[in-house]
C-alpha cells in the first residue's frame, strides 16, 4: 500500500509543464484517429456522419495544439517546468474544458449519444484526474456529463449535425470500447513508470548522501 501511494506522488511530482507537453502528444493522437475516422466514413459513405463539420473540428483541433504547444513553451521558458502557483494547474482545467468540448462537437456530427465513441467521456474523467488531480477529474465529470445532456437534447429538437445514429455498425459496436480500454492501461503504465524512475532517482540520492 505505501509502495503504491509513493509511486502515485511520483507521478504527480513530475512538473506541470511535463505533463501538459504530453498532453499535446496524446492530442496528436486522437486527431489522427479523428482523421482516419473520418476517411473510412467517407470511403464507406456513412449516412450518420456529416463530414464537413467534422473536418472543421480537425483542422482547428490541430491549429489549437499547435498554438497550444507555442503557449506551453512560452509558460515553460517565463516560468520554469513547475510553473508559477496555479498557472499551469488552470491550463490543465482549460484544456479539460477544450477537449470535452472538441468530444461533444465530434458527436454532434457523427450519429448523437449513440455513437459508442461517447464511452471517451469516461477516459478524458481519467485524463483529468491525472492531470489536475481531485479538481480535474471533478471538471471533467461535470462537462462530460453536460455534453451528453446536451448530446441528448440535440437529438430530441432535431438539431443534430448529422442524422442520429439508431443502430451502430458492429464494427463499430467491436472497435470504440478498444480504445478507452487501452487508453487508461496506456496511463497507468506511464504513471508506473513515473513512480519507478522518481523512486530510483530518490534511491541514487539517498546512496549517494
Known amino acids: 500500500m505505501a509502495r503504491a501511494s509513493s509511486e502515485s506522488a511520483s507521478f504527480f511530482a513530475v512538473p506541470p509543464a511535463a505533463r501538459l507537453r504530453w498532453l499535446v502528444y496524446l492530442r496528436w ?30 483542422a482547428v483541433g490541430i491549429l489549437y495544439n499547435l498554438a497550444f504547444l ?33 468530444l461533444t462537437l465530434l458527436l454532434l456530427a457523427s450519429g448523437g449519444v449513440h ?3 461517447c464511452m471517451f467521456y469516461g477516459f478524458h474523467v481519467v485524463l483529468g ?13 461535470v462537462m ?7 448530446l441528448v437534447l440535440a437529438e430530441r429538437s432535431g438539431l443534430l449535425l448529422s442524422p442520429p445514429l439508431l443502430s451502430p455498425p458492429l464494427g463499430l459496436m ?6 478507452p480500454t487501452l487508453s487508461p492501461a496506456h496511463l497507468a503504465l506511464r504513471a508506473l513508470r ?14 549517494l548522501l
Open 29 to 58: 493522437v486522437a486527431l489522427a484517429g479523428v482523421a482516419v475516422g473520418l476517411g473510412i466514413a467517407h470511403l464507406a459513405q456513412f449516412p450518420w456522419v456529416a463530414p464537413r463539420p467534422i473536418a472543421l473540428t480537425l
Open 144 to 150: 462530460g456529463s453536460a455534453g451528453i445532456g446536451l
Open 194 to 207: 513515473g513512480g519507478e524512475h522518481e523512486q530510483g532517482r530518490a534511491l541514487r540520492n539517498y546512496d
Open 70 to 102: 507555442w503557449r506551453v513553451r512560452r509558460l515553460t521558458h517565463a516560468s520554469g517546468e513547475r510553473g508559477m502557483p496555479g498557472v499551469l494547474d488552470r491550463e490543465h482545467e482549460l484544456q479539460a474544458l477544450a477537449d470535452v468540448g472538441a
Open 115 to 117: 455513437n459508442p465513441i
Open 129 to 141: 484526474g491525472m492531470l489536475g488531480y481531485r479538481r480535474g477529474a471533478m471538471l471533467a465529470a
Open 174 to 179: 467491436a472497435c470504440a470500447p478498444l480504445a
